[in-house]
């Protein structure tokens, strides 16, 4: 996030926010034969605006972590969680669902996209409904690479640019 103050703005002119989307993606109960688990998916943006809140610099990154638990509600000790980004082409995203792109380069493609934009206008990004979640369907975004689901960063994004301060 400080590497982001040098982007040739004046200083004085920008303003850094940040913002955390953050949802439960689903659950098991724990059981005497299992352990039970609990998704959670959390996205963060860091923005810097211009004096007419226009984003300036955009950087997006997703966890997507999983923990499991006993029946007797326990914790189950798990590696260490590294991030979409952190993760790269590792993340898999071509292999599994046959994306064009990984999802590091689509978060790329939608940090481009949504630089200019205000905290409104990244919440106005068209989405269509497809396999029960929200994916991109503006021309712009398509045409930069990225057609997975974008809500949870058009929200991280559009906080991070309303609390910049």
Known sequence: VLSMVGCGAEKESL?????VHAYINGSADAD??????????????????DKDGKIVKCEI???????????????????GFKTKAELGSD?????????????YEQADAFEEVAVGKTAAEVEAIKTQEAKGHQIAVDKALLDAGCSMQITGM?????????NAR
């Open 15 to 19: 303003k850094l926010g940040m913002g």
């Open 154 to 162: 058009q929200a991280a994004i559009a906080q991070a640019a309303t």
């Open 32 to 49: 005497a034969d299992n352990n039970g688990n609990a998704e959670v998916v959390a996205t963060v943006a860091a923005v810097l605006v």
């Open 61 to 79: 990154d997703t966890l997507d972590a999983t923990v499991a638990f006993t029946s007797e509600g326990k914790a189950v000790a798990a590696d």
């Open 91 to 103: 993340y898999g995203m071509v292999a599994y669902s046959g994306a064009t792109k990984e999802w």
